[in-house]
């Protein structure tokens, strides 16, 4: 089935540390994005890339990094630079441009510990 | 700064009853706008999209409805159905051509059996 990945569903993560977060999709899309969602709230951009090996920064940059080596992948890595982690990290695709929906995958919780 | 917001953070329904979750964005050259729907601990999930050239679209038992000179969109689901309880968040495309999303803070839709 077509569709968008992402592992692990929960991470914990002690302070001081880096972790990636692993979002794969299948359906041919050029486009990526890294959303964070707080409790009780909407949700924001972190980084997105429209094209492999090209990427932007979202409105919450600060502390992530992203790469887009290969069209099918878009890791993120909270640094630890990033303050307060703990959130519900979405990735999501679409065909490049706009007009066009958003697929989201289901999501990995990050909590530090 | 750009913005999308709901009017109500929780709507309580019979089941059986129509639902109107309504949504203001604050961009008028935005011309995309989707709703989607959010269950716990998933992925949001598309739901209805609508470009700015329409005023009214309908979906299966969902109809969207747009209000461009007051800035306004509406999600009315009929005969709601307690698997239709979960968060709704409207989104607008912000008149970027990159393909990012700009979420509002999300409405809970409950159910009452």
């Known amino acids: 089935d077509g569709g968008i990945t992402q592992s692990p569903k929960y991470l914990f993560r002690k302070e001081g540390q880096n972790v990636t977060l692993s979002c794969e999709q299948n359906?041919?899309?050029?486009?990526m994005y890294w959303y964070r969602q707080d409790p009780g709230q909407g949700l924001r951009l972190i980084y997105y890339?429209?094209?492999?090996?090209?990427?932007q920064k979202g409105d919450i940059a600060e502390g992530y990094s992203v790469s887009r080596e290969k069209k099918e992948s878009f890791p993120l890595t909270v640094t630890s630079a990033q303050k307060n982690p703990t959130a519900f990290y979405l990735c999501?695709?679409?065909?490049?441009?706009?007009?066009?929906?958003?697929?989201f995958g289901q999501g990995t919780r990050l909590t530090v510990v | 700064g750009e913005s999308v917001g709901l009017h109500l953070p929780t709507l309580s329904v019979q089941e059986g009853d129509n639902s109107i979750i309504n949504c203001a964005y604050s961009?008028?050259?935005?011309?995309?706008f989707i709703w989607y729907k959010q269950e716990s601990g998933k992925g949001p999930q598309f739901i209805i999209d609508?470009?700015?050239?329409?005023d009214k679209r309908q979906g299966q038992r969902v109809t969207v409805l747009l209000n461009k000179t007051v800035k306004h969109l509406s999600l009315q689901i009929a005969a709601t159905q307690p698997g239709d309880s979960a968060v709704y968040f409207c989104?607008?495309?912000?008149?970027?051509?990159?393909?990012?999303?700009?979420f509002g803070q999300g409405t809970t839709l409950q159910v009452k059996p």
């Open positions: 999501a695709s679409s065909i490049a441009g706009s007009g066009t929906e958003a697929f």
């Open positions: 359906l041919n899309h050029d486009a």
């Open positions: 890339s429209q094209i492999v090996n090209d990427f």
């Open positions: 961009n008028s050259a935005s011309d995309y």
């Open positions: 609508i470009r700015s050239n329409m």
């Open positions: 989104a607008e495309n912000g008149a970027s051509n990159t393909g990012k999303l700009i």
